[in-house]
């Protein structure tokens, strides 16, 4: 079983995926050929980088490394296996060969010179400020589970986030109570497939909803060589039911003009496609996909308006499995949040959410597919 876990910039965008054994365990040989041995995944996750986590390079024998493409996959290769004999040798020949390596942990003494790009699991403690400017970057900052390790991060030297930090809301700062409402309006309005006109009322009263909504159906993703300049136009161009998918992502979008994406936006893409995928995989109807596709999405409202679940859904008209999912992690579709949330594919929660191994791995890639593709175009 392998984790897969998305990597930022700071320009909080998706620049590649980590790859590492779940619970801990090591990447092996037999992991790696599954991985890259079919097209899947790379094609899945372009344009993308893939950063493989590996305690030691022992498993890149010639065959595996045939698979891997020197222009979309780096090694992240612990410190520790530097200490072996030839080893900070062999990561050299591989740098050499095209391939992006990372010494992942403090390396000692013996390293090579040339192995200058690190990687930390921040979770045990971040570098000082300014440790990593003589090096060679990006670096990249694991587990950076909250905003101030982020700051921190950051001023270390660091280019290049996983973690959670984007679940750890900033401060409410200058948003008014008045935008709060408008959005919760907005959402009783999705929920209860409210007629057209009164969308667009209410669009028309939230102006950066607005431009991301009108952006997007002028992307390259629905481009019909006409430029849609209205409201109606951009639901007539939609249809209802993906106006309502689209717009309950766009709720996430909601950054400055001069201020970066935000990071729940590929995130709720993300769970949203991947408990559709698992609902359809059950060969559900349409309207259970829809739910399944809700629940996802809406399972991070919580922290776009920095206030408790139960008071974001109380006016939400929801469906009663979807407010059971979000509020108490109820049912075959609460089991599956959990999963999704939890990122963890251990067997115990698989098993309890209704899924084997080869349907996770395949709706992961699904997911990530569709939840990368939603970003370059919003």
């Not at 590492?20 to 790379?42: E, K, N, R, V, Y």
């Not at 493409?69 to 900070?88: D, F, I």
């Not at 049912?331 to 899924?355: D, F, K, M, W, Y």
Request: net charge negative.
């Amino acid at each position: 079983m392998v984790e897969v876990r998305p990597v930022a910039n700071a320009q909080n965008e998706w620049v590649a995926l980590l790859l590492g054994g779940s619970a801990g365990q090591a990447i092996d040989a037999a992991t790696l050929q599954s991985l890259f041995g079919t097209p899947d995944l790379l094609a899945a996750v372009a344009p993308l980088d893939c950063i493989l986590l590996l305690d030691d390079a022992g498993a890149l024998a010639p065959s595996i490394l045939d698979l891997l493409p020197t222009g979309r996959v780096l090694l992240a290769v612990g410190a520790a296996a530097l200490a072996q004999e030839g080893a900070a040798r062999r990561l050299t020949v591989l740098q050499e060969a095209g391939y992006r390596i990372l010494v992942d942990g403090e390396p000692g003494p013996g390293s090579a010179a040339a192995l200058r790009t690190v990687a930390r699991d921040c979770a045990a403690g971040v570098p000082p400020p300014s440790s990593l400017s003589a090096l060679f970057g990006p670096h990249l900052a694991r587990n950076v589970d909250s905003r101030a390790c982020l700051q921190a991060c950051e001023n270390a030297g660091f280019g290049w986030f996983q973690g959670d930090y984007p679940l750890d809301p900033p401060p409410a700062g200058s948003e008014d109570g008045g935008s709060r409402k408008r959005l919760l309006t907005l959402l009783a309005l999705l929920a209860r497939d409210a007629d057209s006109r009164e969308l667009e009322r209410q669009l028309k009263r939230d102006p950066a909803l607005s431009y991301h909504l009108l952006k997007l159906v002028n992307s390259a993703a629905f481009s019909c060589g006409t430029e849609i300049t209205s409201f109606g136009q951009a639901i007539a161009r939609l249809g209802r039911r993906q106006l309502q998918r689209w717009l309950q992502l766009l709720l996430y979008a909601r950054t400055g003009a001069d201020g970066p994406p935000s990071l729940l936006l590929p995130l709720a893409a993300l769970r949203g496609a991947l408990l559709e995928a698992l609902c359809k995989q059950d060969g559900g109807e349409r309207e259970a996909q829809d739910q399944a596709f809700m629940a996802g999405v809406f399972s991070l409202l919580d922290r776009l308006l920095r206030m408790p679940m139960a008071a974001v859904v109380a006016d939400l008209p929801l469906p009663g499995e979807v407010e059971a999912a979000l509020l108490r992690g109820e049912g075959r579709l609460g089991q599956r949040l959990r999963l999704a949330a939890a990122g963890h594919p251990e067997p115990a929660l698989l098993a309890a959410a209704g899924v084997d191994a080869a349907g996770w791995w395949q709706a992961q890639l699904h997911a990530h597919h569709w939840a990368i593709q939603v970003v370059r175009n919003v």
